[in-house]
């Protein structure tokens, strides 16, 4: 081994010692449990363990329960992705056009709600949507309109469920859109005015095109984060009503801190983290043919 080959491996040795200690051999322990009946009563006594193969995965498959918090979390990603990359560029692509004294206020004060605890945030608009103190009901009160039952529908409580992870997350990818905005030549720009380019046609031709890694980026951090939809559902509904906003990963939480069925829960953090590798491997590649195009 030459001497750059082994400088650089001593360089990736402590990365690979983190990854090793903390991801993959918790991974592969939680796949093993996966094809087990683990439970509180094996922890009393290990000879209640028992191999039991796919069992774990084939019940998954049947359980109308997890489809429906499959169901749940796929409206958050679907609904929630697209909204957190609309309001990035557009609050990122606003802030530009203020005056510059200015921008480090409002980039602040859009950023803040990524920073801060997401169960404070949770319990603040728990607040905020109660059905008859709730600001939001208020101030729609004032404007003669019907006060709904924000958290106690089961239609509206995934809506506002949405509106709070995405209200809570756009602040990251504005952040870094804006970086991302700012490595864009103004010769493009100035070109296009000069061919007479609108605003419309140089945002829909220019920024959006060359801004098109970043934002694949974002999606596939912001996918990865809504997958993980916990809190959000635990603290403002509890997985209600009627089931309607229990995510897959609170739905993990039940089974394994709430009913202690260990073996069950691990089936479905890897069958978690088996849809999270594979969006992944598309994202990649999708990306990919942008380049060789």
């Given at each position: ?216 980026l974002l999606a596939l ?34 089974r394994g801190f709430r ?35």
């Amino acid at each position: 081994m030459t001497h750059q080959r082994l400088s650089g491996a001593l360089f990736v040795l402590p990365a690979l010692v983190l990854l090793t200690v903390f991801v993959f051999i918790p991974l592969i322990g939680v796949f093993g449990l996966s094809l087990t009946d683990f439970d509180v009563y094996s922890v009393a006594n290990p000879a209640n363990l028992h191999l039991i193969g796919a069992a774990n995965y084939w019940h998954l498959l049947r359980d109308r329960q997890a489809w429906q918090a499959l169901e749940t979390t796929l409206v958050v990603v679907v609904v929630g992705v697209p909204a957190t990359l609309l309001l990035s560029l557009i609050s990122a692509l606003m802030i530009e056009s203020i005056a510059e004294r200015w921008r480090g206020l409002f980039r602040t004060a859009l950023f803040v709600p990524v920073v801060c605890s997401t169960v404070a945030i949770a319990i603040s608009w728990r607040y905020l949507l109660n059905t008859r103190f709730g600001l939001v009901n208020h101030v729609l009160g004032l404007l003669g309109l019907r006060a709904p039952d924000w958290l106690g529908s089961p239609h509206l409580a995934i809506l506002a469920i949405t509106i709070v992870v995405v209200w809570k997350g756009f602040g990251y990818g504005m952040i870094i859109v804006s970086a991302a905005r700012k490595e864009i030549p103004d010769e493009l720009y100035d070109a296009a005015r000069i061919e007479g380019a609108g605003v419309h046609h140089r945002l829909l031709r220019i920024t959006v095109p060359m801004l098109a890694p970043t934002l694949g980026l974002l999606a596939l951090l912001d996918v990865s984060g809504y997958w993980q939809l916990f809190a959000e559902p635990y603290v403002l509904t509890q997985g209600g009503p009627l089931g309607s906003t229990t995510s897959l990963l609170l739905l993990m939480y039940e089974r394994g801190f709430r009913w202690w069925r260990w073996g069950a829960a691990s089936a479905i953090a890897m069958a978690l983290t088996a849809v999270m590798w594979l969006f992944a491997w598309v994202q990649r590649h999708t990306r990919a043919g942008w380049r060789s195009e």
